[in-house]
């Protein structure tokens, strides 16, 4: 495709409830990673993926938060038991290699009630 | 931790001035810094980047100037238009050495005035 594409772009969802984010890269972009934004802040880091393997998953802020990637393409971000806390974009991001520029997409606004 | 930070949280400049962005890094084992624009609503836009073995490199309307002794980058936009409005944020590899994870400020934004 074009770009990096998200969806949803916004989600409401109840305290409690599981949600999957969803990041279809550039084609041919072997790097993945995935970000939070919260609201008037910069992004922080979650988990980034070579190909389908995830090296880094430092950035995942516990475990109810995972992420998958099938087919070197689309990825899934998924949180469990969603809490108030997690609100906030949820930004998605590839590029060529690990050493390339990475070009986010649009990102999908998480709303947690 | 490691840590990106921003000198000044808004900068109001009018149409036609340049305008300088600055940022402070800690880590001094980074060797990439990227700065990203990010428009309302919009995800992070790439705008230039640079590697440690340079002090200064130049695109369209844009130059980015690395200071590796007292860790500092900035990002200086000539003639700058209404379009250029956004927040800016700079961003660094942390000790990876590589792309693969990047550390972001907490932004900048620019408000050109007309």
């Known amino acids: 495709g074009a770009g990096v594409s998200q969806s949803p772009s916004n989600k409401v969802t109840e305290k409690g409830k599981d949600v999957e984010l969803r990041c279809d890269p550039i084609?041919?972009?072997?790097?993945l990673y995935w970000y939070r934004q919260r609201l008037g802040q910069g992004l922080e880091f979650l988990i980034y993926?070579?190909?389908?393997?995830?090296?880094?998953k430092s950035g995942l802020p516990s475990d109810r938060f995972s992420a998958e990637r099938t087919g070197e393409s689309v990825s899934t971000l998924t949180i469990q038991r969603t809490q108030q806390e997690d609100s906030a974009v949820y930004l998605c991001?590839?590029?060529?290699?690990?050493?390339?520029?990475?070009?986010f997409g649009p990102g999908t606004r998480l709303t947690v009630l | 931790g490691e840590s990106v930070g921003l000198h000044l949280p808004t900068l109001s400049v009018q149409e036609g001035d340049n305008s300088i962005i600055n940022c402070a890094y800690s880590?001094?084992?980074?060797?990439?810094f990227i700065w990203y624009k990010q428009e309302s609503g919009k995800g992070p836009q790439f705008i230039i980047d640079?590697?440690?073995?340079?002090d200064k490199r130049q695109g369209q309307r844009v130059t980015v100037l690395l200071n590796k002794t007292v860790k500092h980058l900035s990002l200086q936009i000539a003639a700058t238009q209404p379009g250029d409005s956004a927040v800016y944020f700079c961003?660094?590899?942390?000790?990876?050495?590589?792309?693969?994870?990047?550390?972001f400020g907490t932004g900048t934004r620019l408000q050109v005035t007309l």
């Open positions: 991001a590839s590029s060529h290699q690990t050493t390339d520029t990475q070009y």
């Open positions: 084609s041919g972009h072997t790097a």
């Open positions: 993926f070579q190909g389908n393997s995830a090296p880094d």
């Open positions: 880590n001094s084992a980074s060797d990439y």
């Open positions: 640079i590697r440690s073995n340079m």
């Open positions: 961003a660094e590899t942390g000790d990876t050495g590589t792309a693969s994870k990047l550390t």
